[in-house]
């Protein structure tokens, strides 16, 4: 994946005629799916960057973006199980491991997100409620740090989060975790 990424224009090209083709269609059913990019050299997060996040913690917007990182390992596939700690909670924050979006061929400023646990929803949101939208957020890291093809950058969690509810809602072994992108799909993980 980080060769495809690297070779720019002309490896989306090729990308788009094998898709046109058909001739490299398989059954879902025979494959397993691996997380699109399984070995990120970063894994940057934003906090706070939904505005509806900031507003369900009583929170003003940041004035800039809040960065932190996570470890590379926090990458699993679509279907993979969430594996919970033996001995903590883990709160419902969204999405439970990265949801890759790419700016083209996308527009992803105005696209629905949701995250289901055990088919109750408990996020509903869209990324017009980023304030720091996706173009932004590049310019900003890269002022800090030299970006490369297959480096993550997450964008933050919209309201829901499990930890903010009245009572709190904590996921636990056998939840099952359903989290959906307009226009780019859907995972599904379970929780053992």
Same mark, same amino acid.
């Given at each position: 994946?980080?060769?495809?990424?690297?070779?720019?224009?002309?490896?989306?090209?090729?990308?788009?005629?094998?898709?046109?083709?058909?001739?490299?269609?398989?059954?879902?059913?025979?494959?397993?799916?691996?997380?699109?990019?399984?070995?990120?050299?970063?894994?940057?997060?934003?906090?706070?960057?939904?505005?509806?996040?900031?507003?369900?913690?009583?929170?003003?917007?940041?004035?800039?973006?809040?960065? *932190?990182?996570? *470890?590379?390992?926090?990458?699993?596939?679509? +279907?993979?199980?969430?594996?919970?700690?033996?001995?903590?909670?883990?709160?419902?924050?969204?999405?439970?491991?990265?949801?890759?979006?790419?700016?083209?061929?996308?527009?992803?400023?105005?696209?629905?997100?949701?995250?289901?646990?055990?088919?109750?929803?408990?996020?509903?949101?869209?990324?017009?409620?980023?304030? +720091?939208?996706?173009?932004?957020?590049?310019?900003?890291?890269?002022? *800090?740090?030299?970006?490369?093809?297959?480096?993550?950058?997450?964008?933050?969690?919209?309201?829901?989060?499990?930890?903010?509810?009245?009572?709190?809602? *904590?996921?636990?072994?056998?939840?099952?975790?359903?989290?959906?992108?307009?226009?780019?799909?859907?995972?599904?993980?379970?929780?053992?």
């Amino acid at each position: 994946m980080r060769a495809f990424l690297e070779s720019g224009p002309s490896g989306l090209a090729a990308a788009q005629r094998a898709l046109e083709s058909g001739r490299h269609r398989v059954p879902r059913g025979t494959v397993q799916l691996l997380a699109p990019i399984g070995d990120p050299e970063k894994v940057i997060c934003v906090g706070l960057n939904y505005r509806d996040h900031c507003l369900e913690q009583d929170l003003r917007s940041p004035q800039e973006p809040i960065i *932190f990182s996570k *470890f590379p390992s926090a990458i699993i596939g679509p +279907f993979d199980d969430i594996i919970h700690p033996e001995e903590s909670s883990v709160s419902t924050p969204g999405p439970p491991h990265p949801t890759t979006l790419c700016p083209p061929p996308w527009h992803v400023h105005n696209l629905r997100i949701r995250c289901s646990v055990n088919g109750r929803l408990m996020q509903d949101s869209s990324t017009n409620q980023l304030i +720091f939208p996706l173009p932004k957020l590049i310019a900003w890291v890269s002022r *800090f740090v030299t970006l490369v093809p297959g480096d993550i950058l997450l964008t933050g969690t919209p309201a829901g989060v499990g930890l903010f509810r009245k009572p709190p809602v *904590f996921l636990k072994r056998g939840d099952e975790v359903q989290c959906e992108i307009e226009e780019l799909g859907t995972i599904c993980n379970k929780v053992v």
